[in-house]
């Protein structure tokens, strides 16, 4: 004991102790309920579907039919190697769960999505893995990251394997787990990846290149530039009273692959929570004002300075080579799809 124990005010110790906290993490553990999926046979055979009973011929109708899916199972061939190896989806999201504007209250269930079952049955609400609830008045933003941290340590023992039984086959295995995917809106997709998506360069597949125009009416921006997609040749790209007023001369922005972006985050700086926060800083950032007095074309800023932190997927090793390519990926299909 310290010999100081006699300046202690068994007052003050009390009000501490008293406090409540400011957030409370509900997290149900991940690995039996994984294992729980292969108690069943008919359940256990259904894991294996998108390897056994899966028609492929070349069309869309199941996550194993993508180009990521595909991408991953090149890369990690040993994992792929047993079909029954669980490749998840996570999902989450804010909302209030009393329906009333003027209460301020912010609940963000994360959901995990086993994408080995056939596609009539992963997506019903009864194959939804509930990981996790996290209650409070404000949202999470940035320090998502803290309440994640119970379910990526369980991620990362799961890809190097835990044992379990197949009733099916009446033997043990050892069952790896991936994550592949991200299931969010805009707005919470910010807080997983790491980048902005408010502001001048919102867009994370043009990133510094994003073409954005701010409304002095509307006091928000626009997001311009979609017409770079089109072909050199489009009648789109020379229609000005149709756009903004001006031709369209500019190719596509050239994508950032993962490697890229992991050189960007290496020294980022950055500690979670309110209270480790150092203060703001406006160096690297002029106001909005300042910047309504020049012309928007400027030069690219330094990528480096987007990012917002360095994200605790990236501590899973597996998102450290696939994640950030795959994100941007994704934009790009999204932007394919609103194209046609």
């Not at 108690?39 to 028609?55: C, G, I, L, P, V």
């Not at 070349?58 to 090149?74: C, E, I, N, Q, T």
């Not at 009446?170 to 707005?187: R, S």
């Amino acid at each position: 004991m310290n010999g100081n124990t006699e300046n202690v005010n068994p007052d003050e110790v009390g009000a501490q102790l008293r406090k409540k906290p400011v957030k409370v993490l509900r997290y149900f553990p991940l690995i039996p309920r994984l294992q729980r999926l292969f108690m069943s046979s008919k359940t256990a055979e259904s894991m294996r579907w998108h390897n056994d009973q899966r028609t492929d011929d070349g069309l869309l109708r199941h996550p194993a039919d993508s180009l990521a899916w595909k991408s991953f199972d090149s890369k990690f061939s040993s994992f792929t190697s047993d079909p029954r190896n669980v490749r998840l989806g996570l999902a989450d999201d804010g909302f209030n769960p009393f329906k009333i504007m003027s209460t301020s209250y912010s609940t963000w269930p994360v959901v995990l999505v086993p994408y080995n079952l056939p596609s009539w049955i992963c997506m019903k609400q009864s194959s939804f893995i509930l990981s996790m609830i996290i209650p409070g008045e404000k949202g999470l933003r940035n320090d998502i990251d803290i309440y994640l941290q119970p379910l990526i340590e369980e991620l990362k023992q799961l890809w190097s394997g835990v044992e379990t039984y197949d009733v099916l086959r009446k033997e043990n295995f050892n069952l790896c787990v991936a994550l592949l995917w991200t299931i969010n809106d805009f707005l919470a997709y910010a807080n997983l990846s790491s980048w902005s998506t408010k502001g001048r360069y919102a867009y994370p597949c043009c990133a510094a290149q994003t073409c954005s125009k701010w409304l002095y009416n509307g006091k928000k921006f626009s997001y311009m530039g979609h017409r770079r997609w089109l072909d050199g040749n489009h009648k789109f790209r020379f229609q000005r009273t149709l756009f903004d007023g001006t031709e369209e001369y500019r190719g596509a922005p050239e994508q950032t692959v993962g490697s890229e972006n992991l050189f960007m985050l290496k020294d980022i700086n950055f500690s979670y929570g309110k209270m480790n926060q150092p203060p703001n800083i406006q160096t690297k950032r002029r106001s909005r004002d300042e910047s309504n007095d020049e012309s928007d074309e400027e030069d690219d800023p330094n990528e480096a300075d987007l990012w917002k932190k360095r994200s605790i997927f990236l501590d899973w090793l597996i998102w450290s080579t696939t994640f950030y390519a795959t994100i941007l990926m994704l934009c790009i299909l999204r932007r394919m799809s609103a194209r046609t």
